[in-house]
């Protein structure tokens, strides 16, 4: 536990994933708000209560819970609070915590008629939604009491405002506060890592999936002017500015070499994929993928390439 800034303190929380300690956020005010809790392990609650007690404070005593988004490293241990706080957090968080089976049905069929119609072998499929359902288990049941989104106040936080931020999760929402220009980033902004723009499902009354790297490079535009980011993950960011300028060049270089791949013949995204992540792919062929269809998206946006579909799948061509 560090206190990083008046009344507002960290705590680093241990996660199984590949990305590290959560970094969850304690803030004074009105009442005690906690931003995040952290996966459902018992490490991380162990944790989460010993660095309270550094600070003379007691899981009871979290009266506001607030989520960045519905990322299990973020929102896995909500049960142990619900008897003591009121959850705040987007719309789209809903469904992920409380493991909607409706919706988390609709989500794995998506994803399998997703990434059919992009080229991926069925054995990977299984893989990848293997994955994504055994991800979910680092999440506990929980609910989501008060829905906030662009420009909402909480009473307990009247110098803060919600602002949203999707694109690295389709729920992401930040807490800003003007007067200093600090910014409660989540997964947003992370400084030693490029937070993927991570390819979700339909949400309710959606027709047509969402662009998650469009969605994020318009949220980094957003947070130009900001001081200082405390991020979901890693050290504090205080040249806003030059991080987001270097995310968005490093996507618009990565976009040019896909669209170079392009160059020979059509390809499917998956063929895409397995060329620019040679071995990477294998390992993690949900992220690689989202990565490469995102900057598809951005190409095709920009009218660079186009897509033809033959037999069922999609091909890119210059
Ligand atoms: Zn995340
Ligand atoms: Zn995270």
Redesign the pocket.
Known sequence: MEQISNGIYKLTIP?P?L?GP?NTYLIEGDSLTLVDVGPNTVEAWEETKAQLQQVNKKVEDIENIILT?H?P??IGMIEKFLPFATVYAHRKVKPWITKDKQFLFNALQFYEELYTSHGVPDAFITNMLEKKESYMNFSSIGRVDVEIKEGSRLHFLREWSVIETPGHAQSHISLYRKSDGVLIA??HL?DHISSNAIIEPTYEGEKKRAEPLLDYRRSLQKCLDMKVAYS??GAEIDNIDELIKKRINEQDKKAMQFKKMLSDKPKTCFELCMEKYHYIYEKQPDLTFSETLGHLDLLQSRKEIKQNVINGLIYYSQ
Request: charged letters at 15%.
């Open positions: 996660t994933f990305v959560v988004h990322h490293d973020h989540g997964d992370i979901g993950h």
